[in-house]
């Protein structure tokens, strides 16, 4: 069998040679394309670029109805799913309640799809034509009676339906096999595939129909992952088979960090938009009247302006800042366990302003906390723990850690929250990205689902591209002369 990412290799179309993972790989029958003519036009209607590993996989999504794609955590499988959905169909997005909003933004990269969001059981509804539903998967109904024909079903964190008797996974399996049976797709997402035991792997396939077109009996999967019968059950213990492998890459497209770095910046940006309480929401209802009232524009606004206004309106917004870290809490713990969960012996670092996020995480186990007026002696302990691997994870108020500190053992870090100043949180952010630092890293935001607290987070992009236009701008690429 030849694989799909087998290079370098001949085009298929002029004969140029395409080296590692630069190449793009066309529908049945399968040919290995180069570059130039492997190229199409781009769905986005934005400056939104492909990196040539994501056209690999855009490509390999729409050759075929079914498949898993299985890219590590921060490779972009969202984007790989917008490009290769046909804009003439109507899609479903299933994922973790905390994805939603992300999946929402996306989708407004392309001019020929609109989001949907169901923002509750009750709210359901089935996608139309040139339209992408998401929903999480509590919200699935128990059957897909009304799935349009030509559906792409997309399975997001696909991982959430390992369980074979969870109802999530059941409905999961019947949305899937409606969608495939009436002329759709079901396409699979996840970085870890195999999340605990084999078992989690074989119902995977299952729920994506995948079966048959690996290993067709589960008593040859469970041959070929080391599995064998116990007096409680199965027990896997055995080697696993070298043709495993073999076998997933007829229906898994998997690629790691380490076989893309070379495509990737080194600097990675995700927002997630999460919910919040309807209480939390009326404190930023009303810092947003009371700014408003007070004559205060959010568009022009320092940390400086708005304690000059004083009074009410900065004690509401400073209030509603506060709120706004403390609801986002649920869904940060979700982050940290998926994080976890797909990235084993990984650490984690989470940033924040406020100490209700902080202490939420700093619990943990695994977990430290840097806060407040931190010893030196206690910084340089927690830094060294970190460094050696010794801490899952570690949670820093951005007052206290955004300088004096080195952490480049992690190549991740969540905001839960903004300082006002930019020059702050880059400093943040450059614990983990300097001098020592290997890999390409991945910051997340957390961006509470209301004007405000969106209001906040463009405000301060808009000030860090100032800056980035000022007085990085001014950088010096090259010695001076010396005279």
Request: glycine fraction near 8%; aromatic fraction near 6%.
């Amino acid at each position: 069998m030849t694989l799909l990412n087998d290079y370098p290799g001949a085009c298929g179309e002029c004969g140029a040679v395409v080296p590692a993972l630069t190449g793009v790989v066309s529908g049945p029958p399968w040919r290995l394309l180069c570059a130039g003519c492997g190229t199409e036009p781009n769905p986005f209607n934005r400056d939104v670029e492909l990196y040539p590993y994501q056209v690999l996989g855009t490509r390999w999504l729409r050759s075929r109805r079914r498949g898993l794609l299985g890219d590590q955590q921060g490779l972009g499988k969202t984007v790989q799913v917008l490009a290769a959905l046909p804009g003439d169909r109507p899609a479903l997005v299933v994922c973790p309640k905390v994805a939603k909003g992300v999946w929402a933004r996306h989708v407004e990269w392309r001019d020929d799809l609109q989001a949907r969001v169901i923002k509750s059981r009750r709210g359901w509804r089935m996608p139309d034509q040139g339209e992408v539903v998401v929903a999480n998967y509590e919200q699935l109904p128990e059957r897909p009676d009304g799935l349009p024909p030509e559906t792409t079903v997309v399975l997001d964190e696909a991982h959430y339906a390992k369980n074979p008797s969870a109802r999530r996974t059941l409905r999961a399996r019947r949305f899937c096999r409606h969608a495939l049976k009436h002329g759709g797709a079901a396409w699979g997402l996840t970085g870890t595939p195999l999340k605990n035991l084999p078992p989690d792997l074989w119902t995977l396939l299952d729920v994506l129909d995948l079966r048959d077109q690996t290993w067709g009996r589960v008593d040859d999967y469970r041959r070929d992952m080391g599995g064998r019968k116990g007096a409680w059950g199965w027990v896997w213990d055995g080697p696993v088979s070298p043709r495993v492998p073999e076998v997933l890459q007829r229906v898994m497209l998997r690629r790691e960090k380490r076989d893309v770095l070379a495509s990737l910046p080194p600097k990675r940006r995700e927002d997630l938009v999460v919910d919040i309480d309807s209480a939390t929401a009326r404190a930023a209802d009303e810092a947003l009247s009371l700014l408003a009232k007070a004559g205060v524009c959010l568009e022009e606004a320092t940390r400086e302006a708005l304690a000059a206004v004083g009074g009410a309106p900065f004690e509401a917004l400073s209030r509603a800042r506060a709120m706004l870290a403390a609801a986002k809490v649920p869904a940060l713990l979700e982050v940290v366990r998926d994080h976890a969960v797909q990235n084993p012996g990984e650490p984690l670092l989470v940033w924040s302003c406020y100490l209700a996020p902080i202490d939420a995480i700093s619990h943990l186990d695994g977990w430290a906390a840097l806060k407040g007026a931190v010893s030196v002696k206690r910084r340089t302990a927690l830094e060294d723990a970190l460094q050696a691997g010794e801490l899952a994870g570690l949670a820093l108020t951005i007052p206290a850690g955004h300088t004096a500190i080195t952490l480049t053992r992690a190549e991740r870090a969540v905001f839960v929250d903004l300082d006002f100043s930019p020059s702050t949180n880059e400093q943040a952010e450059d614990r983990i990205h300097r001098i020592g630092q290997t890999r390409s890293v991945l910051y997340t935001r957390l961006v509470a689902d209301h004007a405000l607290d969106r209001r906040l987070f463009e405000l301060l992009d808009a000030k860090h591209a100032r800056t980035e236009a000022a007085i990085s701008a001014a950088r010096i690429l090259t010695h001076p002369t010396q005279e």
